[in-house]
């Protein structure tokens, strides 16, 4: 009796001691990650890294490609993300909106490559005929628009019912209320998700492949191929050249800086609003 | 119009439908024009869904015609033109083989952190640990490929697979000689980056079982483990069940880490044997491939590659919604 006492208490801290293990398993990836970026990363900087083009040693023109990747995607894909989100929260109580938020669901598990294939037959092939920055903008607004509409929907929800009804009882319309009252009560919960979700197609590159297809120069148009940093660090990291893998490091490392610091931004503005 | 007008009476007559059904008016209001505005613009995820099925189907119809079942079940992929040839078996084994080492590795630990996050952490540490988990999630994909083809694939080499296929190189599956790039590296990288998709429902999950389930099983005299082992994990299991589906769905689409560490095989050559090989997933064969395509038939057999990806994606994501409500509603999330 007592030594299988002993053998639970045994069971117990060992147990114990494995799952601290785990969990420094899982941290020394993203750690050493995070060093390895920053070691590597930090040597190429300079200002002539940052603006200039390949040819002259730098990676100005996949920054470049990036900034524009994400203002249109999010022109494009966060006013219709945020509106299918009202729909579902505000009028969402019928069938048609349990099938919508399903079919969301499932898009925002959809293999982004897939999604690539998708712009490539739909605007590379048939509308535009030739790789283009606005088939990237598209193939990731598809990504984003059903996590915006996703996100949008739950922090709604969260919004009391009772702040619906005092503004209708004022008499305002449902239009009104949604935009003037609703809306602006869920407004950082909206931003959060918003935000997090440009953090993450900001580092989409499968999709950009056979989309945008890269650019050594500076952007041409938007029917034109177009760079990005997610296809120079894939293109760096397989060259067999130091120099060029060099580039890569500090290709992720300002990568890294904008996925990262939209993300610690996100967090400390929510802190607390979140907290269980 | 007016020919019309008398059956539409009859209809009415006869069917007892109030002739109001056929005058009234919609009025046009705000609220009307707003909420069919957003009821069109949520529309927006059926047509995703739509144009990516018709785009899929339709662009991959040449390779179908041309092999039919040849291209589900061969493994021969010859682009060359006139001698054309494909077959997509050796990826969907790829792609099942990796996202299987990705399940095997990866939901144990992202139970441990889970479980050590709700029931065993100083609340001190609980916020900092979640918060680094969940950065896991936000590094993009491409940066996971840059660490593992430069740091990461020589820990998997030099430290698991040297020491595994010198000792026990007998068995078929560690045999052959290690390199570093291959399906083991990749169901690595792959286990690594289902960690924050797992642990964070898991945790969640576990977080949602009520106390007085803990409390009743520490009544009768079993210790922190037992009860998290007999109590808390059953309660929780079908939730749990639900994250390590979508953990493999996020596994099995993912492309760009595994296009750079998986070795680049085609052909007979990427047929899973042994795990120390080179290999190719669905999803990195198009990413490595799309783009040198050249003949219209070659572009439709990456396209339809792409499309048993996406019908087995889908597969996996509604399995797991059905499932995991289904579970829930009979059980109402209690034991057994």
Known sequence: MISNYAFRKFKNHFFFILCAVCVVLAVVPLLSILWEVIVRGAPQLSINFLISTNANGGIGPAIQGTLILIGLTSLIGIPIGILSGIYLAEFGNNHYAATMRSINDILTEFPSIVVGITAYGVIVIALIGSYSAIAGAIALSFILIPIVARTTEESLKLVPNSVREASLALGAHKWRTTLSVVLPSAKSGLITGTLLAVARISGETAPLIMTILGNRYFFQGLDQPMAALPLEIWRDSLQPYASAQAQGWGAALILILIVLSLNIAVRLASRGRFKK | ?336
């Not at chain 2, 015609?65 to 589900?72: K, L, Y």
């Not at chain 2, 430069?150 to 045999?175: A, H, M, V």
């Open chain 2, 1 to 336: 119009m007016g020919k019309h007008y008398p059956r539409l009476r009859w209809i009415a007559l006869n069917h007892q439908i109030p002739p109001k059904f056929f005058t009234k008016k919609i009025k046009i209001t705000g609220d009307f024009l707003f909420k069919n505005l957003a009821a069109v613009i949520a529309a927006s995820a059926i047509v995703i869904l739509i144009i990516t099925g018709y785009v899929l189907t339709t662009d991959s119809v040449p390779v179908i015609e041309r092999f039919g079942t040849d291209f589900f079940f061969g493994t021969a992929w010859n682009p060359v033109e006139g001698r054309e040839v494909f077959g997509a078996l050796p990826y969907v084994l790829g792609t099942l083989v990796t996202s299987g080492i990705a399940l095997l590795i990866g939901v144990p630990l992202s139970l441990g952190i889970a479980i050590f996050l709700v029931e065993m952490a100083p609340r001190s540490l609980r916020v900092p640990i979640s918060y680094l988990v969940e950065l896991l999630a936000a590094v993009p994909s491409v940066i996971y490929g840059l660490w593992g083809l430069f740091i990461f694939r020589f820990w998997i080499l030099n430290y698991i697979e040297i020491p595994l296929s010198t000792y026990l190189g007998w068995i078929p599956i560690f045999s052959g000689t290690p390199f570093g790039l291959d399906l083991f590296t990749a169901g690595c990288i792959l286990a690594i980056m289902i960690i924050p998709t797992v642990a964070s429902i898991s945790k969640e999950v576990i977080s949602a079982v009520p106390n007085s389930i803990r409390e009743g099983a520490y009544s009768i005299g079993a210790t922190k483990w037992e009860v998290i082992r007999h109590w808390v994990i059953s309660y929780g299991r079908s939730g749990i069940f639900g994250a390590v589906i979508l953990g493999l769905g996020r596994a099995v689409g993912e492309t760009m880490a595994v296009s750079m560490l998986i070795g680049n095989a085609t052909g007979p050559a990427a047929m899973p044997t042994s795990l120390f090989q080179p290999g190719q997933t669905m999803a990195s064969l198009i990413a490595n491939g799309f783009l040198e395509a050249t003949g219209e038939l070659e572009v439709a057999a990456y396209v339809g590659v792409g499309l048993i990806l996406l019908i087995m994606s889908l597969l996996i994501n509604v399995g797991a919604h059905i499932m995991v409500t289904k579970v829930l509603k009979v059980k109402g999330g209690a034991v057994e």
